[in-house]
């Protein structure tokens, strides 16, 4: 008798525990949780092609990339358009203008025409007074449809995704329900996205154009700009009216465009890669440097470059730290020495300066004299700080709270110049 009721004993824990489970299931499929349903909004092509234009200057709300051209800084406002900024007196700049681009994440200028994306076009647009903009030609579709997480489908049948519709909801009966994640509900009858408010999942964003760092590089006469598997060459020798000459495929994840002389250095997920561009319409691969995966601006400077890796995003990986590299040799680029950092994104050098931004973890000014030893000389902790433009002394930062300007002439006591504050809608 004692030995068969040992046998029996796991048989009777395995039956408790499995009728447990089943009622802990199915409290949980008859739980009514409290959600968001997410509805894609579309616009036609037609809408978004029209309504390019200066407007009168507005409060910045998500601010994106960081151009510098002359006494005018221009600062992307996510997917909306740029601001332009008067910064003549970096103590107390001036918003003058916007304007107004569906979609734009990207830009950079030449002689006066300004090169910028929206949604899957290409514009050039003559800034030469910002107040009384004009577009002297557009490259239709020259960039793929965004893509969108979560399930979320584009149709260009309807037009663009500019937005979503939100509205409360509750879901019930998980458990039966085979779109269920456990995260999110994707309903492709609506082509909608249901996300629970306690989930740590958000809403649904574009995959492959977000980020805080350059994916247009301007060389000469040529453009550069960074597309679907591989980066797209434009001549832009006629500076009103842009022209499509290659698209050459590059067999990584691309992130960032950095030129430096005549060559592309190009920040990926997975290594810093090296195009000789002496045949500007057909960069030739020239070197590459390895890494795990990871976010991966590149500055140079010289011959140093400076690499920064970030975990936890979307590129993946589990690195947080400053690679800097002796690219003297570009067909064999080499590691120098690692600098562990906190949660690096855009980076800026200038000359020995070198500036990291660390998202939450602050901003950091350091005197790179002697890459095998860095030191940070200050650590400014009350800015979220994704990107930086270093020039002359006055160090431009994109955060999430707004733009700030410091003066880096001391390394060790770098002085707030002026702050233009994010205003929340």
Known sequence: MYVA????????????????????????????????????????FESIRSAVRSESPRDIESPGKLYLYGKYIYLNELNKGIHVIDNTNPSSPQKIAFINIPGNVDLVIKDNVMYAD??????????????????????????????????????????????????????????????????????SVNNSVTIPNKSLTTAPSPTGKAGSYARFGLVDNTLYTVASGGIQVFSVQNVQEPERKNNFQVNAEIETIFPANHYLFLGTTTGMLIYDISNPEVPAALGAFSHWRACDPVVVNGSTAYVTLRAGSNCGGIT???????????KNPTLLKIYRLTSPYGVGVDGNKLFVCEGPAGLNFMD??????????????????????????????????????????????????????????
């Not at 409290?27 to 997410?38: A, E, R, T």
């Not at 899957?120 to 965004?146: M, N, S, Y």
């Not at 650590?379 to 431009?396: F, G, K, Q, S």
């Open 118 to 187: 929206s949604y899957i076009d290409l514009v050039a647009l003559d800034v030469k007074d910002p107040h009384h903009i004009h577009e002297t030609k557009r490259l239709e579709g020259v960039f793929p449809q965004r893509q969108y997480e979560l399930g979320i489908v584009s149709d260009a049948g309807q037009g663009i995704i500019t937005g979503f519709n939100v509205k409360d909801t509750v879901l019930t009966n998980l458990c039966n329900n085979t779109n269920w994640n456990g995260d999110y509900l994707y309903t």
């Open 368 to 425: 790179a004299t002697d890459p095998m030893n860095i030191i940070t000389k200050k650590t400014i902790t009350n800015i979220n700080a994704y990107d930086v433009i270093p020039n002359n002394n006055i160090l431009l930062v994109t955060a999430r709270d707004g733009f700030y300007q410091y003066d880096y002439t001391n390394l060790s006591e770098p002085a707030l110049l002026s702050k233009i504050g994010v205003v929340s809608k």
């Open 5 to 44: 009721s040992t046998r029996m004993l796991p048989a009777a824990l395995l039956a408790v525990y499995l009728f447990v489970l089943s009622s802990c299931l199915k409290d949980k499929c008859s739980n009514s949780i409290p959600s968001k349903v997410y509805t894609p909004v579309f616009t036609s």
């Open 320 to 330: 947080n730290e400053l690679d800097v590299l002796n690219v003297e040799d570009l």
